[in-house]
């Protein structure tokens, strides 16, 4: 495989963007029945010319930083919907002053020691995915963005223990091109894979593809290893253990904000050998959700258990019919269970239907190209999730739609859902919400729609984030969502670890 | 059920221990053939008296506090070998002033806050179970056990959500009993199940019954309210997030050092209806440990997957050709796998061979009795777990072994070990040890063999504890295990939460 450029403002590789011509073809094919759109591109920006940062390298470390405007634009954001209008309309006001490329652990720890001598804020960075704020300062000072792409060592593949270990910048189809030779795989494959790294995974408890089972980074953890400005800190390469809380847990979803982690020992498996899936139609949607709910707590473990609803199954599963649809799939030795699944959907009226053609995990991946075209054509896209239980979720659902139509300004927006992921005590649902922009407003109208929509999960008993983690965009309601001492408690953990409060500042704490 | 009375010394209901002739049959029949004892029996211990405690029961809470020697006495320790052996030898240095049982939250709350200002140590106590001196305070003031075990409501059983709603003082069967008309159950069986609470399980992560999948009470944990000297902490009431660092982390094992865990929510499930069962001899007990991981490996997931090693297979399931047996098992959806699973077995020389006679469950549940019995006989007789990777095992297995041996004053120890769980990374192997005692100075020979077997255990990979927890015994290796600045990070929550450190001194931090 050549170099292949990233786009410094959008999503992935720049040659798989949508050119104008194409824009044009998606508004006229797919937007005008649903939007009112006028069909008029946003162009893609110039390259960015910036001001001069405000820090001076170390000598010792020169060869690991870049103070170029092309390398500091492509590190000011994450990938939100927010990310992607600003870049395009050139908006980058506090882009970090350098960014840092470390080479090794030793690099960090002279970063990190140089960092806090200089007082600069470091805001640590993996793939840069993030769609929650999480790798854009927003504090006064300088900032260096600590991209750890260059630790992208696999040490060992260990079959015996099914175990690999990895550097923290190294993105997914590397590490999966690591694994095959040996016929492993880590089966962890979030919706930015191919660009996104074990690190950020970590850093964000990323939630993989799979709807049940071992689907969270979390459950492929083994151990981890941490530099924090204080020091090391590494945990117990064992499979389990009882000794104190979780070894773990606390950098886990620590997103930055605690310690740098750079290098993991993750669970592999092998490739599971057998499949099997359905697409099921469903009367009405409380069927559907009656039978996803009796069937994630009958003990089956569905890898696939896609509920979309009527306005999800129309415009991503072509269904005509105003149906929900429940897109079904087991793997590996479950398998064999599919047709006792098929048999609870069939009890609350779910009938099998033929499968919609093409891939819904080869357009999974390529969504977020899409979702930039949509964005030059004027148009606000994003998608928020939550995960609520049973009970209280056709009221979080019917209260989000009401929340994001009423926000948005022109009136109408589409609005679909989906799951993510299923528990036996709730489902994880993920909207996509549609609607037309104005040219230059387009992030105060997100922003609106996003607050309506956040107050509108937090008043139905729905998580801020179920895997798209905190970052700056979700603290408020991150805030309110646990105690203050437990918030005590990782504001003393961020103090022992990083008295000089200079890790991604503004995140959880 | 009538009320029936617990031994204060020993384990369970008093009137289920072995008397006097029981405990010379045993001796007759199970002991003489291996291990040299002479067959007197220590009598049980009459009835403590104490000196009067040093504390005096705040007026506002006098109906919660007990100071009577026989409740202080039942209370001092927990049941480990060394405090049983203590309690039959009437050595009861250190017990506690009072006993307070809280009938409720409030009540809680002002004894925390009456105790902080009476300079009194508190350690919170569920069953009263713990095998590592987590219950049994060692340092010098006043002190009082907090025996929850009057939280005993059970506030509501949701099978919408499968969730049950429970107070930390419920036992293992008034749990199960109260699910069972709701046909469901929660699964966690730990061997301490009749005289252990859901409030332990919590403080101490507690390993259930299952060798694989869901059997840590971690996993059952949907939601906790935890009561600290500085307020309350509850977490959010979803079936998943990935808000932050997971928000019940920091209280699961936390060992009562960091707060009064009172009520929690945790997920059930319907009983499951299939099961089916195997067990395998081997020819050798590499080649057993070959077939167990790749079992483990493959997917599958066996409820059951007890490899017993040829020494536990002979004392424990009646083997006489000294080979290793394993015992299989599958329940739910799941027992399908049996013939997938022979099969992988049977390609290690695995034969299937007639399930021995009588209920492993039904005698697992009564072993403790039976330890009783021999602590009676002068034996020292005591439990070790761990895990550690495939890879450490072998060489493992073989330094506990010999560490215990040579650790055993009399020079000969019989010492069993079978698997309780299995990781695809490793398993986590429980040893029995047993060795002649000698009258008086049975607690300084365990010691020495507990501290060789340890040091073996940390020096082959192995975690100082899979689900024993930490307490008071385990504390150097615990230290060791852990990076500094992990635990610099629990001595901050705990000086958060905690800061009169008046919270099971000498525990975690």
Redesign the interface.
């Known amino acids: 495989m050549g170099y292949r450029e990233r786009s410094w403002w959008g999503w992935g590789h720049a040659d798989e963007a949508l050119d104008d011509a194409a824009c044009r073809r998606l508004a006229e094919r797919a937007l005008r029945p649903w939007l009112p759109i006028d069909g008029s591109v946003i162009p893609p920006p110039p390259d960015p010319l910036l001001p001069a940062p405000r820090l001076t390298p170390p000598p010792a470390l020169a060869e690991t930083f870049l103070g170029d405007s092309m390398s500091r634009a492509s590190h000011a954001y994450g990938k939100a919907f927010r990310d992607v209008v600003r870049a395009l309309h050139g908006d980058l006001p506090n882009p970090p002053d350098l960014v840092c490329r470390p080479r090794s652990e030793p690099d960090v720890v002279a970063a990190l020691d140089w960092a806090e001598a200089a007082g600069a804020a470091v805001v640590p960075y993996g793939g840069g995915s993030s769609v929650v704020g999480g790798v854009e300062y927003r504090g006064e000072g300088p900032w260096v963005c600590l991209d750890l792409s260059r630790l992208s060592r696999i040490a060992e593949v260990?079959d015996?223990?099914?175990?690999v270990r990895v550097q923290a910048g190294v993105f997914g189809p590397a590490l999966e091109a690591a694994l095959e030779p040996h016929g492993l795989t880590l089966r962890h494959f979030p919706q930015s894979f191919e660009f996104s790294t074990v690190g950020g995974w970590l850093a964000?408890?990323?939630?993989g593809h799979f709807a049940t089972g071992p689907t969270?980074i979390?459950n492929f953890v083994?151990a981890l290893r941490v530099v924090?400005p204080?020091?090391?800190?590494?945990?117990?390469?064992?499979?389990?253990?009882?000794?104190?809380?979780?070894?773990n847990?606390?950098?886990?979803?620590?997103?930055g904000a605690l310690g740098v982690i750079v290098e993991a020992w993750l669970?592999v498996?092998?490739k599971?050998a057998a499949r099997a899936k359905a697409t099921i139609a469903f009367p009405g949607y409380s069927q559907s959700l009656a039978a996803t709910?009796e069937l994630v707590?009958?003990?089956?473990r569905p890898t696939n258990c896609r509920l979309l609803d009527p306005m999800e199954a129309m415009l991503n599963a072509g269904a005509t019919d105003g149906r929900a649809r429940l897109m079904l799939g087991f793997e590996?030795?479950d398998a064999?269970?599919l047709p006792?699944a098929l048999e609870i959907v069939r009890a609350h009226g779910g009938v099998e239907i033929p499968r919609p053609p093409g891939s819904f995990r080869e357009a999974f991946f390529r969504l977020p190209y899409t979702r930039d075209a949509l964005v030059r054509l004027g148009l606000v896209v994003e998608t928020v999730e939550t995960?609520?239980?049973?009970?209280r979720f056709e009221a979080l659902h019917a209260a989000v739609l009401a929340a994001a139509q009423s926000a948005a300004p022109a009136g109408v927006a589409v609005v679909t859902c989906r799951f993510t992921?299923v528990?036996?005590?709730?489902?994880?649902p993920y909207f996509t919400i549609v609607t037309p922009g104005r040219r230059g407003a387009e992030v105060p109208i997100w922003d609106g729609i996003k607050a309506a929509v956040s107050d509108a999960i937090a008043a139905n008993?729905?998580?801020?984030?179920?895997?798209?983690?905190?970052g700056r965009d979700?603290r408020p309601w991150?805030d309110e969502?646990?105690?203050?001492?437990?918030r005590?408690?990782?504001?003393?953990?961020k103090?022992?670890?990083d008295p000089g409060g200079i890790l991604n500042p503004g995140v959880?704490v």
Chains 1, 2 share one sequence.
């Open positions: 260990d015996v223990n099914r175990v964000t408890r990323s939630g969270r979390d083994e924090t204080r020091g090391p800190v590494e945990s117990p390469r064992v499979p389990a253990s009882g000794a104190g809380p979780d070894a847990a606390l950098f886990l979803g620590s997103e669970r498996q092998r599971p709910r707590q009958s003990g089956l590996g030795p064999v269970h006792a995960a609520c239980r049973w009970s992921h528990y036996p005590d709730g489902p994880a008993g729905g998580t801020i984030t179920h895997h798209h983690a905190v979700h991150y969502e646990h105690s203050p001492l437990l005590a408690t990782l504001r003393a953990a103090r022992t670890l959880l």
